[in-house]
Antibody, heavy 117, light 106 residues
Framework: EVKLVESGGGLVQPGGSLKLSCAAS????????MSWVRQTPEKRLEWVAY????????YYPDTVKGRFTISRDNAKNTLYLQMSSLKSEDTAMYYC??????????WGQGTLVTVSA | QIVLTQSPALMSASPGEKVTMTCSAS?????MYWYQQKPRSSPKPWIY???NLASGVPARFSGSGSGTSYSLTISSMEAEDAATYYC?????????FGSGTKLEIK
């Protein structure tokens, strides 16, 4: 059974940093492209970052480029999202997702990030 | 980026009723994907490559469309189908989602 478990969320001040983790199990992690997707308090879904299986290709939307860094440790079956210079609009539930082709075929349960003074 | 517009934003249906919701893209896309989300749960993959049902999705669901116009149909509404449905495209970067159609049971 594919399982994705996010952790690392919490309350952080504007301008602060936070690192999210996603522990994967039930599949060969190193073979799959992974993404982070967030859902705002208004329930809007937004893709945040993408990394291919070997880590050689990474993409971000303009909204987080230069502030967020996605990475993976295939030996530990873990995906990461380092977030810095956080803004109030980054407040959201952050989901780790495993790809099958160009869709998000499996999702974790999410970890909540709140950016507030 | 491609903007996906879902309509209606909110709808209700009686058990047994046929339901259709639409997703309109600002530019042509090759495929559409759909997710179902219930309160306090993460989105569930529902329909992929426009018309293929994800594992475990009941056969009363179907997807169709092409170009800029796509739809999700439920042939006969059941109480368990009450949820919010989101469409998603990745024909061009960045991948984008619609704002969702919330389906309620009457």
């Amino acid at each position: 059974e594919v399982k994705l478990v996010e952790s690392g969320g919490g309350l952080v001040q504007p301008g602060g940093s936070l690192k999210l983790s996603c522990a994967a199990s039930g599949f060969t992690f190193s073979c799959y492209t992974m993404s982070w997707v967030r859902q705002t308090p208004e329930k809007r879904l937004e893709w945040v970052a993408y990394i291919i299986n070997g880590g050689g290709r990474i993409y971000y939307p303009d909204t987080v480029k230069g502030r967020f860094t996605i990475s993976r440790d295939n030996a530990k079956n873990t995906l990461y999202l380092q977030m810095s210079s956080l803004k109030s609009e980054d407040t959201a539930m952050y989901y780790c997702a495993r790809h099958t082709d160009w869709w998000f075929a499996y999702w974790g349960q999410g970890t909540l990030v709140t950016v507030s003074a | 980026q491609i903007v996906l517009t879902q309509s209606p934003a909110l709808m209700s249906a009686s058990p047994g009723e046929k339901v259709t919701m639409t997703c309109s893209a600002s530019s042509s896309v090759s495929y559409m994907y759909w997710y179902q989300q219930k309160p306090r749960s993460s989105p569930k993959p529902w329909i992929y490559l426009t018309s293929n049902l994800a594992s475990g999705v009941p056969a009363r669901f179907s997807g169709s469309g092409s170009g800029t116009s796509y739809s999700l149909t439920i042939s006969s509404m059941e109480a368990e189908d009450a949820a919010t449905y989101y469409c998603q495209q990745w024909s061009s970067n960045p991948p984008t989602f619609g704002s969702g159609t919330k389906l309620e049971i009457k």
